[in-house]
């Protein structure tokens, strides 16, 4: 008989046990507790006319669902030259994916297919890896040695991606520290993933093979603020050349985080800057939970060899079904299995994230590896309680379960349990080592899912259909002659400026510091007034107004230049951005026109203050002097606004008034 046991109270319980406290309240003693260690992966592609190893055009990207050809491949495991099999490979084997790539010729060759040997690498795109790794301080190395890098998730069609070290040890600044670069490499882009269901993966081939540089860097970043601070340092500094793409998808990072005890883990692809302390923040934490769920069963069972699941096939016609899933199951002809795991109770139900536990890192990898779409199990200490206290009775004999064990069914095609199976059974003997070594999905909320088993170390080899490139002294020298001034240079400008800090980030992440630079220089105006503007109100528009296509920095600054030669109060920028933003062909004057604004001297608005100051004390419920001066702003508001400077006028009105 299985006695009575509350889920929800115990993950709780094991949360508590874990320490896990929100991001928003822990502290650096936190992350030093659980050794919080993490290091990046930023890539970001570059901006060239063509792709990396072929004439192909980079940067075209199709958004219909049309193409022209299909290219259907099987992964499966060879033997490398050491006699052993790589792991992901093996996984993805097991898995009896079929990967699809959806072609347009206008994107794709040959070459992208390995039917044809790659072209010369792209000079160009040499060239910007060059410069960045020079900005990035790092040692350009003497000869480019092309490489082949397995990519065993169909992402690249070949299974393997070109990519060769430029180069190595060098650091960026960051607020209160310095973070050492390992290396900076030139590579391929993969392909686009349109779906991934069931035993098919489908891929659009017309980001694959552009120029792509992967700054790798060492985990020096001892909590996850650090990790975004030396995230966006690097992305900065690459869009400040100028040279690299932006908009979505063009700059990825992956993110390897470990604690103290465990082991690193990769958060594959974060799209967000924004996303990363909290993605670190948990994914810490789901380790250090992991490491207490081994201590528990290494209490139970000493050694990993001691322990051993079984399983039973099971009749739909057993139970009174009412699970919706179980009933589309069943009507597919589905096979349905109860496991049972030793020593397992409490331990599905074991904290690992906010809102998840460790039946999800079994119900993850049964997506991934046994193609078994969710919902795909059930079991024990689910908080929805499906399974009954009934059910339960008709289960537990069958599997000769203990008061200590747990239970898990599954359902899927017959085809499918026997890898389903040995996934349970792999992922809980994981359990006893403590923390796999996989790769990870990540989401908005920080949490992350199981994507696939990390590659193995030997996953590099010499490209041999690629001849070394010498690069002589002479050259990076001529390449790193026009770079422009060093990211942490322009942050301290910025300060110097007087350029509000909140708009730090917004300038940096579209490379518009040359541009405050460049429109101070050519119209003489502040560029502490030029940086606000930009970093406020240029802001604030691109997030409600759609760009016109002809909107150019250049526009912004004939804006500007107009407003100065016709003496206008600069402020009357704020109120054409919008329309400039929307329609950067359009006169300077019809924009005026548009607003209503009409040209006034000072002098004929500072004649009309006395006035006021009289009909004031006709209307006045109060005489006090701050709510004359506001009242008689109130009046010369829409007169002065473009014409002269509201503070000016203010400063004039307290002056009159205070005179009279």
């Known amino acids: 008989m299985i006695t009575e046991f509350d889920p929800r109270a115990n ?7 874990t320490g896990y406290v929100c991001r928003q309240e822990a502290t650096q003693q936190t992350y030093d507790a659980i050794g919080f260690m993490s290091g990046l992966e930023v890539h970001q592609q570059l901006l060239t006319e063509k792709k990396l190893f072929c004439n192909c055009p980079a940067g075209k990207f199709h958004k219909s669902d049309n193409y022209d050809a299909e290219v259907v491949r099987h992964m499966r495991p060879t033997l490398s030259e050491l006699g052993g099999y790589d792991g992901t490979a093996l996984m993805e084997f097991r898995t009896r994916k079929e990967i699809i790539y959806r072609l347009k010729n206008e994107t794709t060759c040959t070459y992208e297919v390995d039917d044809t040997p790659p072209f010369p690498i792209n000079r160009d795109a040499l060239n910007i890896a060059i410069k960045i790794s020079l900005l990035s301080k790092l040692n350009i190395v003497g000869e480019v040695h092309i490489t082949r890098k397995q990519y065993l998730d169909g992402s690249i069609p070949t299974g393997f991606q070109r990519t060769a070290i430029i180069g190595v040890e060098g650091e960026i600044p960051l607020k209160n520290k310095k973070v050492r670069l390992i290396q900076l490499s030139i590579e391929e882009d993969s392909c686009r993933e349109i779906s991934d269901i069931g035993h098919t993966r489908i891929y659009k081939t017309d980001r694959l093979g552009m120029p792509l540089i992967e700054t790798v860097t060492y985990p020096d970043m001892v909590n996850p603020d650090e990790v975004k601070e030396a995230c966006e340092y690097i992305r900065f500094l690459n869009r400040s050349t100028g040279l690299v793409r932006t908009g979505i998808g063009a700059g990825r990072e992956d993110v390897n985080v470990s604690c103290k005890g465990g082991t690193r883990i990769e958060i594959k692809g974060v799209a967000h800057t924004k996303w990363i302390p909290e993605l670190t923040h948990v994914e810490c934490f789901r380790q250090w939970a992991l490491l207490k769920v081994r201590d528990k069963l290494k209490k139970l069972y000493p050694s990993v060899s001691e322990w051993s699941m079984n399983h039973e096939y099971l009749d739909f016609d057993m139970f009174d079904i009412t699970y919706e899933p179980l009933k589309i199951a069943r009507d597919l002809g589905h096979k349905l299995i109860a496991v049972n795991l030793p020593g397992f109770r409490s331990i599905l139900s074991h904290f690992t994230q906010p809102t998840k536990m460790f039946a999800n890192e079994i119900a993850e990898r049964l997506k991934v590896i046994a193609c078994l779409e969710h919902p795909n199990m059930l079991h024990t200490e689910q908080f929805e309680g499906v399974i009954t206290s009934v059910d339960l009775e008709i289960i537990a004999p069958m599997l000769g379960a203990s008061d200590n064990d747990a239970q898990i069914i599954l359902w899927g095609p017959a085809e499918d349990m026997k890898t389903a199976i040995e996934t349970i059974e792999e992922r809980c003997r994981m359990a006893f080592e403590g923390i796999p070594g996989e790769t990870r999905k990540s989401f908005e909320d920080g949490s992350t899912i199981f994507e696939r088993v990390l590659p193995g170390a030997d996953r590099m080899y010499p490209d041999t259909d690629s001849a070394p490139i010498p690069l002589t002294d002479e050259e990076i020298k001529i390449l790193g002659q026009d770079l422009p001034n060093d990211l942490i240079e322009r942050y301290q400008q910025l300060k110097k400026w007087g350029v509000a800090e909140s708009t730090y980030t917004y300038i940096f992440k579209n490379n518009l510091y040359p541009v405050i630079e460049s429109i101070s220089k ?14 406020h109100k240029l802001k604030w528009v691109e997030g409600h107004f759609e760009k016109g296509s002809e909107f150019n920095n250049k526009v912004l600054e004939n804006m500007l230049d107009y407003l100065q030669k016709h003496n206008y109060d600069l402020r009357l920028a704020f109120r054409m951005l919008p329309i400039v933003y929307q329609y950067p062909k359009m006169d300077l004057d019809s924009v005026l026109t548009s607003l209503r604004f009409k040209q006034i001297k000072t002098d004929e608005i500072i004649e009309k203050i006395h006035f006021l100051d009289e009909k ?3 209307v006045a419920i109060t005489n006090r002097p701050k709510n004359r001066v506001n ?10 606004r473009g014409n002269m400077s509201l503070t000016e006028l203010h400063a004039i009105v307290n002056q009159k008034i205070s005179h009279e």
């Open 522 to 535: 050519n119209t003489g105006i502040d560029p502490k007034w030029i940086g606000n503007m930009i970093g």
């Open 616 to 618: 004031f004390n006709t």
């Open 11 to 17: 993950y709780e319980k094991t949360k508590k046990e």
């Open 631 to 640: 009242w008689i702003m109130g009046q010369l508001h829409g007169l002065a």
